[in-house]
């Protein structure tokens, strides 16, 4: 049985009560909270930095902070996220000169690490790393807002990276997480999941919904009529 996990991303929360935001998206079943971090560099568009997440990090209680970095270059804002109380971060290998010393500065610092690739980027960038990855994050818009549509394409990619996931399982390598970001709802989530994802980042669907809740419960039983 896979067990699937729900990460909100605070990207569209109300940001004049993201505390009380998170306290209310936990209580309405999420697991993970998704913090996505924009530098107007290498995506378009600006939010949130380590103070922020210190200040959230209490609202969180013992749910995973799940910081997605989409910032170049990555290395020297590390220590401060995992000093902030990020525990998984993920990064783009096309905003890090050298992805290996990355991953090893994001374990050394305590936290999970994980690559994020984006719905054009090839799955050679996990070649050599499969053994430093414990997530690798799909993107499932290009990288930058909240509220676009899924990429369809990204279910063949999604079923590639699930057959290597598992055959490097079989030959004795780690477990690694499989997260889609973009578009995920309700009505997809389902086709997501059968693709071979276990990890949902929905930011839209959820904090645009009158009702956490409600969205989450739904999610969860699209996902209970998954065979994988
Ligand atoms: O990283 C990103 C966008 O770059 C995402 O985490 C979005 O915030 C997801 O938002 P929805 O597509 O679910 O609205
Ligand atoms: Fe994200």
Redesign the pocket.
Not at 143 to 148: A, E, M
Not at 181 to 184: A, K, P, S
């Given at each position: 049985m896979t067990t699937y996990r729900i990460s909100p991303?605070i990207?569209?929360a109300d940001f004049a009560k993201l505390g009380a935001e998170i306290s209310d998206v936990l209580a309405a079943g999420a697991d993970w909270i998704?913090f996505?971090v924009m530098d107007n560099h290498y995506?378009p568009n600006l939010t949130f930095g380590p103070m922020i997440l210190e200040a959230i990090k209490p609202y969180a209680g013992s749910a995973l902070m799940d910081v997605?970095l989409?910032v170049e270059p990555v290395d020297s804002l590390i220590s401060s996220f995992a000093a902030a109380g990020a525990n998984m971060i993920t990064f783009h290998p096309e905003a890090s000169r050298h992805v290996d010393r990355s991953l090893s500065l994001i374990k050394g610092a305590g936290c999970k690490a994980g690559l994020v690739l984006n719905p054009a980027t090839p799955l050679s960038v996990l070649g050599h790393v499969m053994d430093k990855l414990d997530m690798i994050l799909l993107m499932s818009?290009n990288?930058?807002?909240?509220?676009?549509s899924f990429i369809s394409e990204t279910l063949n990619k999604i079923k590639l990276v699930r057959a290597r996931i598992d055959a490097h399982v079989a030959a004795g390598g780690q477990p690694i997480l499989l997260e889609v970001?973009?578009?995920?709802k309700v009505d997809n989530i389902a086709e997501i999941a059968a693709a071979g994802a276990d990890t949902f980042?929905?930011?839209?669907?959820i904090f645009n919904a009158p009702d956490y809740k409600t969205v989450i419960d739904n999610m969860r039983a699209e996902l209970a009529t998954v065979i994988r």
């Open positions: 991303s990207l569209s998704h996505d995506v997605h989409m818009v990288p930058g807002f909240g509220g676009q970001d973009g578009g995920v980042v929905a930011g839209s669907a």
